[in-house]
């Protein structure tokens, strides 16, 4: 029986052994021969923006989340309309995603060195995972060798909004191979950044036709984001996500979703659904375990449809594919 159990493990082993060199795989350090420097120099442009404003971390976080669910981790997010093309930029969902300018010199520096060689893709997923290490999140390795796609639509767009149920948004998780837990642990980015009024607004005064705030919002909280997004409605001021430690990350996001704290209503339905409440006692209870629970699902994010090998291309400049 013993050695019936060996004869397959063997042949498991021999299986995986064979079949996998088969498929494509990004690899840490895809450029350590091409580009030796592409990483030094992706972390030091990002450390030099972030020592100038600090909400680069967030602003990246949100460009690559948004990249990788249309079409897959591709950059199709960088690309600029033309009067032929209404591009992902342009759609409403997209709305406020920033710092498109940081990759464009991330993007020049890159090509000075190793010209046509570092794809835009992997430029947002390197510069993601640096801000996140500079704004004292987890340090991680992350595999590259992405390729850049050839389309983007802003029709394509269809990014989970602010007002989804945990249920609508799971689907949409589960649709690009990312489970619950995944889904959960993500949403922990949103311990930095800011929210423009407009997307709470509903919380505050109508909620789902009511006539009355959300039930679920702490009372203080409810009081504050009154006064800060009713002082001046139509210039749409920005409110953080994480009301106490907004340029920290950490576990506090989970936290304050427990005292009723949520910003967004997707951050605070995480907490009262029962398909994420026990997910966010866990991450609550457990900010080492947050952290390294985040960065693997960054990473499996990361890996969401890539084009490798001679698919797609590398742009030279990020926001205008190389044949127009
Ligand atoms: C169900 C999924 C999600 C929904 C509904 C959602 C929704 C939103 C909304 C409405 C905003 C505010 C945008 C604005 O007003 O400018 C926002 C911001 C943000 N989101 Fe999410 N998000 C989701 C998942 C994620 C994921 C997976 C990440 C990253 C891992 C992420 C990271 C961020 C960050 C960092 C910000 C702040 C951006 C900034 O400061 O510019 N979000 N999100
Ligand atoms: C409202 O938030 C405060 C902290 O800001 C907390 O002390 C309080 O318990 C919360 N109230 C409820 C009902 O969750
Ligand atoms: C930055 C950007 O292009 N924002 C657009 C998002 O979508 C809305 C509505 O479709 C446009 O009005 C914005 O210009």
């Not at 669910?69 to 406020?96: H, M, P, W, Y």
């Amino acid at each position: 029986m013993e050695s019936f159990h060996k004869y397959t493990n063997v042949i498991a082993f021999l299986f995986l052994f064979f079949s996998s060199p088969l498929t494509l795989a990004l690899q840490v350090g895809f450029y350590s021969k091409t580009c030796p420097n592409a990483e030094t120099i992706v972390q030091q442009v990002v450390q030099q923006r972030f020592a100038a404003d600090k909400s680069v971390a967030a602003a990246l976080l949100r460009m690559h989340f948004h990249d990788c669910f249309v079409r897959g981790c591709d950059a199709s997010i960088l690309i600029d309309s033309t009067s032929t093309n209404q591009a992902e930029k342009a759609s409403g969902a997209n709305g406020s995603v920033r710092e498109f300018a940081l990759i464009d010199q991330i993007k020049a520096k890159l090509e000075q060195s190793c010209p046509q060689t570092v794809s835009c893709a992997d430029i947002i997923t390197l510069a993601t995972r640096d801000s996140v290490a500079l704004v004292g999140g987890p340090k991680y390795n992350v595999p590259t060798g992405r390729r850049d796609g050839l389309i983007s639509k802003s029709n394509e767009v269809n990014v989970p909004g602010p007002s989804s149920t945990v249920s609508q948004a799971q689907q949409s998780f589960k649709i690009k191979g990312l489970t619950i837990n995944d889904m959960v642990v993500l949403l922990g980015g949103h311990t930095v950044g800011i929210t423009h009024c407009s997307f709470i607004s509903d919380r505050l005064t109508n909620f789902q036709g009511t006539g009355a705030p959300d039930p679920t919002m702490n009372k203080t909280l409810l009081t504050q984001l009154k006064g800060t997004c009713g002082a001046n409605p139509s210039a749409d001021p920005s409110i953080f996500l994480d009301q106490k430690t907004p340029f920290v990350f950490d576990n506090e996001y989970y936290n304050q979703l427990k005292s009723n704290n949520g910003v967004l209503q997707i951050d605070q339905e995480l907490a009262v659904d029962p398909l994420s409440s026990t997910l966010v006692n866990n991450m609550a209870a457990n900010n080492a375990g947050f952290v390294q629970n985040f960065a693997k699902a960054m990473v499996k994010m990361g890996g969401i449809q890539v084009l490798q090998g001679t698919a797609g291309e590398i742009r030279t400049n990020c926001r205008v594919f190389n044949k127009n």
